[in-house]
């Protein structure tokens, strides 16, 4: 609801004086203005004197429950609160208490008590909540529907030239969400404009543009960074309040006071929707602007009416884009709007003058898309908010079935997060146009038999087959019908298919085309729902044939998928019967077992981003392939692990295959990696066997880069976390093109039972690799042989690459306790081959940075933007933002003498 019929608010400009009174405290007030119409109409509301503005929510948008953002410095004024009754209402307002070291690190303040307040009003009747700190992240609660107002009486921001009151609308609860594009403050790219996010949940994952770190907010805790770009995106795993503030900005020679705008989240922008801004009029050095913001095609399409002469600034890796129109004087209103169908913006007006300035977010949805938790009854480990107390399976349960609407319990799970585990969900994509032979290559570390069932839940007659791994034995393979269960297009599926086993086990996918004009194979060991996790980005690769990206759901209820489309060698693919450009972002709401598949032909996925609201399973690859070749073509498929389970560190090991190839269609018979990187501005350094090195800079998230092998060995180190594809190329006889994921040292397993697929005139190769030296012979056991490994002094590792004679369906390792080995499995034959990794841990070791307090000296870095106590905190220089994150003498060094 943007504009409705019903509005009460504080407007009485003597009352917004009062509250900017210092000593005017808590209390009841009566001013108000009520205003009724017959038809929709939006307001706005200008403070003058030093005070920011906002737009009034009309009553029927009003919500019960509100987190609200307060701006507050040392030596500034009070966070403000300002409660409007529409109707007879009590409001309870949770002030909860500081961290036991907020504020002790300046040795002058003790930390602020929590606090309940209730409030009870009357119809018309207007509450005002003074505290000398911050009170963001208190909650508001009531029964009945009330309004709310935030912000501070008075403070600056920045160099503190310019100084005054900020103040904006609170956005309910129930209108929050995860996705949010934030634009400069226009004539304010130089000094940079603050944005503020904040959790209303417990362990919410947030990821900010400006340098893609993995944040972890707690409920009621915030972060704070300052930005210089045109436009910034903000993403979170659960719904968070976004706030920007603009900065002081007289010293600058940028006339402005500071403004405070919540921002509304993609989700809520307008489609189809006349946009009407009224010019505010008889102030000195005013100036009027509006900046539009939307995809790039929605901002053209709006701004066409306005004939704007200035550029369109677009956001990175994004189709999202903002303009700015300067409204001339006299103009008394600017009227535009987008007719095309999926064309939805978000305008903020932006005035400033000698005297004030404020910036609104115009008109935006107010809709319901955050409804409130219904306690419910689960199953440990189900990743849903059971209890409604804002955590997720929180509660420690010996018990599986000690779960319901009273408890919430955390999964119940024995061992080690690895690539073993007790339940696996996926989709199978296309990979022959003839008719698949598809299996599951199944191997556990005992001999015990294990019951074993394989379904495809959502639809019971294509798939239940219930089975055992014999005792005695590693292994055992699952033979699957092909007919109904490959998905080929892009859109979702029921078809998803789910194992479950008594005892742990590994899963590898097998999908052979033998009777296709040239024989075909892809394998991919799968990742168990225990390891899985909410955000992930594609590898893809696929000169002939589909590339592919499968997204699995394992758990109950709803899991709302968030993807935005990285696409190269085509300008655009179809999802669910629309098309998509590269950068448009594709929301997916997936029931359990339900999985989506995006697949476009001869068009690379790679960098695709991939974020959810619980944990998905998540494959990607490709069809078919003509790496380097043409000749013969495999698949290329991998089960991808969560980003908090890469790492920085990598060994790879040339294919001893290639050893014995004289002629390859690129210039050399080189193996190849493909990565892609998790945050921006990653430096990549490949180290060789020799001690030579070679270094490259990848800037944003999501970019990815092809590189030859120049050695049998290479060491690839990263400024931050990586993934990384290893691709053998095609050659004209007896290899084929397949892929492996290289796995961190730091994640290597105690050992591994491999799966062989057996077939006439097939090679076998294992490779090995450890960043150890001088590893004593029988620390290595290959089916009970000690197996000797080389040192490479240059890398400081010792490594293993040899053929391997296998005539077992599955071959045995076994490494020492204290020798850390990883490496994949190299199968090829007459035109086809698989290659996939060997056991390997997925702990997390590249953990969002949790926001914390702290105290002088902890060496932790509280502010999570990359340094550990930064800010020298000196008393009577409070203001001072020595690191220019925008935050505030958050991480303190050890002050001196102490």
Known sequence: ???????????????????????????????????????????????????????????????TSYWPVTYWIEFGGHSVLALIAYETTTVTITIPTQDSNHLTIFDTLAPAKGETVTVNLEEGEVYQLKRNFDISGCQLTSTVRFGVVSGT????????????AIYDWVPGRSTLGTDFVVPMTPGRGSIGDLVQVMAIYDETHVIISTDFRRLMLDSGKSVIRLFDEDLIQVQSDRPIVVVKF??????????????????PPTDQYLEDTVFIVPEIMGFISMTQQLVIVGTSSAVLCATDSLQVATPQSSLYGTNMAVQTFTMQPGIGQAEFQCPTSGSRLAVYHYFTSDEFSFQVAVAHSQANINPECQATSGTPGDNVDNDCDGQIDEDPCTDPSATGPSIDCEPVFIGNVDIFGKSFTFLVPEHCSESDVISLLITSEIQAEIALTVKSPLVTTLINKATTKPVATHSTEISLPASGLKAASSEIYNTTLVITADAEISATLLMKCPGAADTSAVAARLIPNEALGVEYFAITMCMKGNCHIQISAPHAGTTTVRIRLRLTGVTSMWFLDQNYASGELICVRLDQFQSAQLTVLKGD??????????????????????FMNGMFKDGLLEMLPPVSAWGIDHLVVQTPKMDSIGFCDSSSCRDYIKLVVSENNVNVKLIYGTGTTSEHILYHAGDSILLELPDNIVRVQATEA???????????????????LVLPPSQWHRGDFLPVAQEPGMEFFVLLVSNQMNIELDSVLLDNSPTSMTDLTALNISYHRALYSVTEPVVELEFDASVKVGGQFHAVGLSMGTFYPLAFKLDTINDACAVTRGYRGDMVDNDCDGRIDEESCVLGNLADDEDGDGMLNEDCAQSEGS
């Open 722 to 740: 990586v993934l990384m594809f290893q691709i053998t190329q095609e050659i004209l006889f007896g290899l084929e093109v397949s892929a492996s």
């Open 1 to 63: 609801m943007d504009s409705l019929t019903n509005y009460r608010f504080n407007t009485d400009t003597s009352t917004f004086r009062e509250w900017l009174q210092p000593n005017a405290g808590d209390g009841y007030f009566r001013q108000h203005v009520k205003i009724t119409c017959p038809e929709p109409i939006g307001v706005q509301v200008a403070g003058t004197q030093d005070t920011d503005g906002f737009v009034v929510l009309p009553v029927e948008s009003w919500d």
């Open 153 to 164: 009486d008075f403070t600056w921001i920045g160099d503190g030239s310019t100084q005054g």
């Open 605 to 626: 996925l790679t960098g695709t981003h991939i974020l959810s609201d619980k944990p998905v399973s998540v494959m990607s690859g490709g069809q078919l392939t003509d």
């Open 246 to 263: 603009s900065q002081s900005a007289g010293n600058q020679g940028i006339v402005g006071h500071p403004t405070m705008t919540y921002i």
